[in-house]
């Protein structure tokens, strides 16, 4: 059973930093796209960030550029999101998701696999 996993969410205050993790299991995701995508109430599910399977290559959404970073480590199975100078609009769930190959942050609807979520609330 292939499952994604997040932790690392939670209640900062504005300017606070957190590290989120995504581990996978049930199969080897070295060979996949990964990617973050956040989703706060009452609005859309968004992309983040994601990272090709190489992990020569980052994308962010302009709305978190130059404040989160995304990596990977392919002997683990995860992906993070290291975000910083967190902002009361970062506020949301953050979910993972991955896709074979290539990434979905372009069609999420396109991802192979996600994971539960977890909550990030930024207090002003």
């Known amino acids: 059973q292939v499952q994604l996993v997040e932790s690392g969410g939670g209640l900062v205050q504005a300017g606070a930093s957190l590290r989120l993790s995504c581990a996978g299991s049930?199969?080897?995701?070295?060979?996949?796209?990964m990617g973050w995508f956040r989703q706060a109430p009452g609005k859309e599910r968004e992309f983040v960030a994601g990272?090709?399977?190489?992990?020569?290559?980052?994308f962010y959404a302009d709305s978190v550029k130059g404040r989160f970073t995304i990596s990977r480590d392919n002997a683990k199975n995860t992906v993070y999101l290291q975000m910083n100078s967190l902002k009361p609009e970062d506020t949301a769930v953050y979910y993972c998701?991955?896709?074979?190959?290539?990434?979905?942050?372009?069609?999420?609807?396109?991802?192979?696999?996600w994971g539960q979520g977890t909550q990030v609330t930024v207090s002003s």
């Open positions: 049930g199969r080897t995701f070295s060979s996949y796209g």
């Open positions: 990272i090709r399977w190489s992990g020569d290559s980052t």
């Open positions: 998701a991955v896709k074979r190959y290539s990434g979905c942050w372009d069609a999420p609807r396109d991802c192979d696999y």
